[in-house]
């Protein structure tokens, strides 16, 4: 039964049963196909062992005392739910089967196995652990990478924001993202299926500015076999691939009145013709669209569909440009740095002044361009320590630091004089972030101190140090 080709260790397997001789031959035989195999004589040892290790697959008895195989099959998913169990017994019935599959269990055999038989199931149980054990961890990176901890920022416009989205993403309402280039649409909208219910369903996104009008229909849709020339076979269109999942259309005002009546209709008959065809295919697709226009003029303008931008847009997600939320630079700074860092053999730290060179301008490109800096600079710069002469920005992009709050300007950095200190930059950010709580809540400091999540005690003594008070009190002192 041994095969040189095979690792010497092909998973960890636990075999439970009260009988010794068939416990040490049922090891003895997994052994010898290259497995790691512990024994248990009892259920309570197999629990104990199963805590203590890292066991793939458990092999347990059904008639065993004083625990038995069905008992511990559901004491061992409480310990391990990602366990697989195969059951063996003796009495090999239907009900017997039925009632084990019905708790958990993977797979059944019966005693005495028939050749090939524990091999071939045992690898099947092992194939679908590993299975398991990747798509949890390619679920994990993908909330990782495009859950809420993606959304990099802490100031009251992404917190508004990702309120918002975890709220509407429990739904399978359609969701419109508005924004302008660059501030991360389809991060939010990836944010909104990791958060939903079709997570573990397909994303797929689809960018309509970047297909040709008369391939976009096609992309999306599918054709048929000699639909037209070159389709010499049929094939499934975005939209079928994203069947159960999430269909995310980016830049939806692109596309041309023809193709948004057909758009409409897969959202309102929830199905899609292939092009070509005369029949259609039942859907179960959420969609998320976006775009960097003002939709609402396009409609006005006769450009967009009336009718799909009121499907389209049950709810609404803005993305803060990066000039309103200067306040989350320094935290976005450091995210992508330490990204460009782990793909660089000599990682680099930002300075106290790089930080303040960079809140102190408007980002006409929102994140993307910050995060083009950050690459840029950490590929570049000489030295360790990334310093406000690393980061070329464009002129006449400067806000005012004493400004008025969100109004950008033409800053005094850019004629010579003295660049804010980290410090400085911080409690400006500080500031404009409490001026604006209190614009909204005015005296109710319960309310701004809650929207900013700090204590009554901690808001009151940073107004005091700034300076601030609620809007229509007296401001002498």
């Known amino acids: 039964m041994n095969d040189a080709s095979k690792p010497l260790t092909r998973g960890c397997i636990l075999v439970v049963d009260d009988q010794r001789n068939m416990r040490a031959t049922t090891a003895l035989l997994l052994r010898s196909e290259g497995y790691t195999v512990l024994e248990a004589a009892t259920g309570e040892d197999a629990l104990t062992t199963l805590s203590n290790n890292g066991v793939d697959l458990m092999l347990t008895d059904l008639k065993m005392e004083p625990m038995d195989g069905l008992t511990l099959l559901k004491k061992a998913l409480e310990v391990a739910p990602r366990l697989q169990v195969i059951m063996m017994t003796a009495f ?246 330490k990204r460009a860092n782990a793909r660089s053999p000599n990682p680099k730290r930002l300075s106290e002044a790089a930080v303040g060179h960079l809140m102190g301008y408007s980002f006409p490109g929102n994140v993307r361009e910050l995060e083009n800096l950050m690459e840029q600079a950490a590929a570049l710069a000489e030295g360790v320590e990334l310093l406000p002469e690393d980061f070329p920005l464009r002129p006449n992009a400067r806000v005012e630091a004493s400004g008025p709050v969100g109004s950008p300007q033409v800053s005094s950095l850019d004629t010579g004089m003295r660049m804010p200190t980290l410090a400085e930059a911080v409690e400006e950010a500080e500031r404009r972030a409490i001026a604006q709580a209190l614009e909204r809540h005015g005296v109710d400091l319960g309310r701004v101190a809650e929207e900013l999540s700090v204590s009554s005690t901690t808001l009151w003594r940073k107004m005091k140090r700034l300076n601030l008070r609620p809007s229509g009190t007296d401001h002498r002192d």
């Open 92 to 337: 090999g019935s239907i009900e017997t089967a039925v009632q084990a599959m019905r708790e958990g269990a993977f797979d059944y055999v019966t005693k005495p196995f028939k050749d090939g038989e524990l091999r071939y199931r045992v690898d099947r149980a092992l194939e679908r652990a590993q299975l398991q054990a990747t798509v949890d961890l390619l679920t994990g990176e993908f909330n990782e990478r495009h859950g809420l901890s993606a959304l990099v920022g802490r100031s009251q416009a992404m917190r508004d924001l990702t309120s918002r989205l975890t709220r509407v993403a429990q739904s399978d309402a359609t969701v419109l993202v508005q924004g302008e280039s660059g501030t991360g649409k389809e991060l939010v909208a990836r944010a909104v299926h990791a958060h939903s219910r079709r997570k573990d369903k397909p994303f797929v996104p689809v960018n309509c500015a970047a297909i040709s009008e008369t391939l976009l229909e096609s992309e999306l849709f599918g054709h048929a076999k000699g639909a037209f020339t070159g389709a010499v076979r049929a094939r499934r269109g975005l939209v079928e691939e994203a069947d159960g999942g999430t269909l995310f259309i980016d830049e939806v005002t692109e596309t041309t009145p023809a193709f948004q009546s057909k758009l409409l209709r897969t959202l309102q008959e929830g199905e899609v013709r292939r092009v070509g065809e005369s029949t259609s295919t039942k859907v179960d697709v959420r969609i998320v669209a976006a775009t960097n226009r003002d939709i609402e003029l396009e409609v006005r303008e006769k450009r967009f569909r009336q009718d799909l931008y009121y499907r389209l847009n049950v709810v609404t997600l803005r993305v803060p440009p990066l000039r309103e939320r200067l306040e989350d630079v320094p935290e976005l700074a450091e995210h992508f740095l």
